[in-house]
């Protein structure tokens, strides 16, 4: 599974992507949310504001959708623009 973190999560992150192939536990993209911020910092400051934005395979979701081991999971934050 790819996990991708785009925008100012990237940054904060300084992690563009990763590769996972340990998908224990992991049925929806809120598991890859949690498994991510039991990391504990910097992650879990980024991804604990409840305002991230989710998609599978490059299409928007929630993080009640389930994934599958194949799949492209990214987190970003709202856009904004003006």
Do not use: H, Y
């Not at 590769?19 to 991804?47: E, F, Y």
């Not at 993080?63 to 492209?72: C, G, M, R, Y």
Request: proline residues 5%; glycine residues 6%; charged residues 20%.
């Amino acid at each position: 599974m790819k996990i991708l973190f785009f925008a100012s999560l990237r940054e904060r992150l300084q992690c563009e992507q990763e590769q996972w192939t340990d998908l224990s536990g992991i049925t929806s993209a809120q598991d890859i949310l949690n498994r991510l911020i039991d990391r504990g910092s910097p992650w879990d400051a980024a991804l604990q504001n409840g305002k991230l934005l989710v998609s599978i395979n490059q299409e928007i979701a929630s993080l009640t959708s389930k994934v599958n081991p194949d799949d492209e999971v990214a987190f970003f934050p709202p856009v904004t623009g003006g």
